[in-house]
């Protein structure tokens, strides 16, 4: 099985600072066929079902504002907000899919405004 | 537009079981895998199981193997999990989610539907 983890477990940053989550897999999410990590980020507010940020380790999806990015390949992945806005505050997930169709979500990491 | 709504939840004592629905609308149900997640009081999110767009493969955690059902009724745009033999350890908010690929294997999950709770308490 694909072990997913988070560093932090939790943040505090300013408004209008940068905040950077990094996510990490116990083995490749890597396919070299076809060029592709097998990974998403996904933002979960207090209330809220879960949304879908970035897939493909980098492809913003849809209605998902450009303050929000992604990197990474292999093992190693990063999502950052470049400036945080009250409306982040949230907890985010990284979710492999490499395994499919067993899919697995990271522990998270809680966002705050300090 | 695309809506996910799930029903079902409710209080249940340990043992017993439980049949959540997720209903769908606003996309071609028959082309999508359908994902259950879960997540329980002050705990992350947890991946519980997924159905093929045809309902021919089903696959679950490891966590609810052989007590979970997934299935699906493509002409009524709707998934159901069967929940038998409950644990106080399966408490939590379940949700539906459309996988991202069309016809894909299971990927990402790009629409959720708000949630059901299920209790599992004496």
């Known amino acids: 099985d694909i072990v997913m983890t988070q560093s932090p477990d939790s943040l505090a940053v300013s408004l209008g600072e940068r905040a950077t989550i990094n996510c990490k897999s116990s083995?490749?999410?890597?396919?070299?066929?076809?060029?592709?990590?097998?990974l998403a980020w996904y933002q979960h507010k207090a209330g809220q079902p879960p949304k879908l940020l970035i897939y493909w380790a980098s492809i913003r999806e849809s209605g998902v504002p450009e303050r929000f990015s992604a990197s990474g390949s292999g093992t190693d992945f990063t999502l950052t907000i470049s400036s945080l806005q009250a409306e982040d505050v949230a907890v985010y997930y990284c979710q492999q899919y490499y395994s499919t169709p067993l899919i697995t979500f990271g522990p998270g990491t809680k966002v705050d405004i300090k | 537009q695309v809506q996910l709504v799930e029903s079902g939840g409710d209080v249940v004592q340990p043992g017993r079981s439980l049949r959540l629905s997720c209903a769908a609308s606003g996309f071609t149900f028959s082309s999508h895998a359908i994902h259950w997640v879960r997540q329980a009081p002050g705990k992350g999110l947890e991946w519980v199981a997924i159905i093929s767009y045809d309902g021919s493969n089903k696959n679950y955690a490891d966590s609810v193997k052989g007590r979970f059902t997934i299935s699906r009724d493509n002409s009524k745009n709707t998934v159901y999990l069967q929940m038998n033999s409950l644990r106080p350890e399966d408490t939590a908010v379940y949700y539906c989610?459309?996988?991202?690929?069309?016809?894909?294997?299971?990927?990402?999950?790009?629409?959720w539907g708000q949630g059901t709770l299920v209790t599992v308490s004496s």
């Open positions: 989610a459309r996988d991202g690929i069309p016809r894909g294997s299971g990927s990402f999950c790009n629409y």
């Open positions: 083995q490749s999410v890597f396919y070299s066929s076809n060029n592709k990590n097998y």
